[in-house]
Nanobody
Framework: QVQLVESGGGLVQAGGSLRLSCAAS???????MGWYRQAPGERRELVAY???????KYADSVEGRFTISRDNAKNTLYLQMNSLKLEDTDDYYC?????????WGQGTQVTVSS
């Protein structure tokens, strides 16, 4: 059974940093992964994704501030978030495209305060 467990969310002041982690219960080496975020009542939106080959893409709103990375040996996806803004407050979810199916983690909450 595929499970994704996010961690690292929390409360941080604007301008601060957080690092999110997403641990997978399966080998991620051959699969694309991404981070998404969602506010209550809003659509889930892409923050960043990384291919199995390491190619990355970011939403315009986080380009230059967030960095997505992966450690295939640990089956873990990361999101380093720097220079956080109030508008980055959301629930963050990791996504794994695994053997034709899409799996989501349970989410981790990020709150940026002024």
């Amino acid at each position: 059974q595929v499970q994704l467990v996010e961690s690292g969310g929390g409360l941080v002041q604007a301008g601060g940093s957080l690092r999110l982690s997403c641990a997978a219960s399966v080998s991620i080496v051959s699969f694309n992964m991404g981070w998404y975020r969602q506010a209550p009542g809003e659509r889930r939106e892409l923050v960043a994704y990384i291919t199995s080959g390491g190619t990355t893409k970011y939403a315009d709103s986080v380009e230059g501030r967030f960095t997505i990375s992966r450690d295939n040996a640990k089956n873990t996806l990361y999101l380093q978030m720097n220079s956080l803004k109030l508008e980055d407050t959301d629930d963050y979810y990791c996504k794994l495209n695994y053997r034709g199916y899409v799996y989501w983690g349970q989410g981790t909450q990020v709150t940026v305060s002024s």
